[in-house]
């Protein structure tokens, strides 16, 4: 107890107080730009976490099925993450990547054990959005080709570029485009952009790539970048056989096939570490992030050594690349994740909420489509299940009456209409049913608007 007592006095004071929610949201209103909002009308002040679970300032508690915008993959204070933090945190957090620390070399050799087939070469970096950029570069490099084809509704983060391939909503001021980036369709299929129904669409979405590239380069592209399963846009998971077919267009055209993974990756799809296995399709590039550092800051790319082998230190470097900190915690994530045997739990419990889910869009004419897979569903919400309106106004009540109920949700698609569940991997069979009553209810209250 006395030793407690002695840390707990080195920490700052100000942290070390009790503060009200409306004093840290008036702090937050006076200091903070306006980019940082909240989801929330009613802000919640969260205080502490515990597995899949968060407790506000005034104790009450909260199922995430949102996990931190799909980050805390492993949930809150797992005992292993914590110990790993304090343990490294006590000997070596930060120091730059121009010297050698023992948790970067063995982070990038825990990911070649765990990579797609042939990626063994790592760069670390701290975010997704930088993972985009530094990968997009060494792939300009080695193909020689200033090209990049990405996908409709796909969202690829905020920096420059990977915000120009990211068709999501986001454009909020008049901005074209680089002139090197191209799109393509993606396999949505519950609004086909061609009008056509699955499966008897031969694939005109994946089919339309050779198209793009034929008319919109000059018949040879650096990359294709997709998500496995696009997040923001919603969601959207493409059937397997759009990738193998996109795939071989992009090999046609000498071009390098990126799986962003910031979301799907580390397990949450089920199964398998990444996304993109279920497809059969051995991607080039591998770009890592979110779940990655289970809420540390991390991201960085995988690839072929022949890929990397130009990409060298006069092209790119990251301040905080590498630290030990992010590293050794990382490394912990996948401990964990092995440990725990959450790639088979990710499909089991994933199939216990969709088939919930499944029977609320049956029951419930607010419910359009419910998609997805393993840890990573969508649910899709209309103001008529024939003309697909999107129910953006009702979103917006369902997420505040589950968040009333206990319960936090995700929001995402074009027109803010699709709840997002990704939660963390240490959900339970009982918490996923009671998320599902609370849901059920707020798709009652909401549909009663239409």
Known sequence: MLVKQMTDELVPKDLRKAYTDKEILEIEK????????????????????????????????????FAGICTTITG?????????????????????????????????????????????????????????????????????????????????????LARELSTSGWRTIPEAHPSGVRFTPNA????????????????????????????????????????????????????????RIVHEIVKEFDGLFISDEVQTGFGRTGEKWWGIQHSGVEPDIVIMAKGFGGGIPIGGFMTRPEIAEDYTGTDSFATFGGNPLSCAVALSVI?????????????QMGSQLKTQLDEMKAKHKIVGDVRGQGMMIGVELVRDQDSKEPATQEMLKVMEICREEGLLIGKGGFDGNVVRIQPPLELTGEQIDEACIILDKALSKAEKSL
């Open 188 to 243: 949505y299929c519950y609004r086909c952009q061609f009008g056509k129904e699955y499966p008897d669409c031969d694939y005109e979405c994946a089919r339309y790539l050779r198209e793009v590239i034929r008319t919109e380069t000059n018949r040879a592209i650096a990359a294709f970048i997709i998500e496995p399963i696009q997040g923001v846009g919603g969601i959207i998971q493409p059937p397997q056989e759009y990738f």
């Open 335 to 347: 401990e964990i994740i092995q440990d725990n045997n959450y790639l088979s739990k990710a499909s």
């Open 76 to 160: 809150y204070a797992h005992p292993k993450f914590v110990a790993t933090l304090k343990w490294q945190a006590e000997r070596l957090v930060y120091t730059s990547s121009l010297y050698a620390t023992i948790p970067y070399a063995l982070l990038v050799r825990k990911l070649a054990e765990i990579a797609p087939s042939g990626l063994s070469q790592s760069f670390i970096v701290s975010s997704g959005s930088e993972a985009i950029e530094a990968a997009l570069f060494m792939a300009r490099k080695f193909t020689k080709s200033p090209y990049i084809v990405a996908c409709h509704h796909a969202y690829h983060g905020r920096t420059t």
């Open 30 to 65: 006076q200091h903070l730009a306006p980019a940082v909002g909240h989801y929330y009308e009613d802000p919640v002040l969260f205080v502490r976490g515990d597995g899949a679970k968060l407790e506000d300032h005034a104790g009450k508690q909260y199922i995430d099925l």
